[in-house]
């Protein structure tokens, strides 16, 4: 089997909430606009998203957070 040229979307096991399970899940990057409250400044954050392959369902993860 020929190897595979890497693709932006790489399939990855994670833990699913909504199967209960560990699944595959595509990963994109995001940008999503923030509003800070006291702030009138907006933030353009990173979210990474992983959407699970099975069910569908997708995860945000600010990829600024420690
Ligand atoms: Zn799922």
Do not use: F, L, W
């Not at 699944?23 to 999503?32: A, K, L, M, Q, S």
């Not at 907006?42 to 995860?59: D, S």
Request: charged content about 35%; some cysteine.
């Amino acid at each position: 089997m020929a190897v595979q040229e890497s693709a932006a979307r790489n399939d990855r096991e994670e833990e699913c909430e909504t199967c209960g399970r560990t699944t595959p899940h595509g990963v994109d990057i995001r940008i999503v606009d923030e509003s800070n409250e006291g702030s009138t400044k907006y933030a353009r954050e990173p979210y990474r998203i992983a959407t699970c392959q099975v069910c569908g369902a997708e995860r945000a993860q600010r990829m600024n957070d420690a």
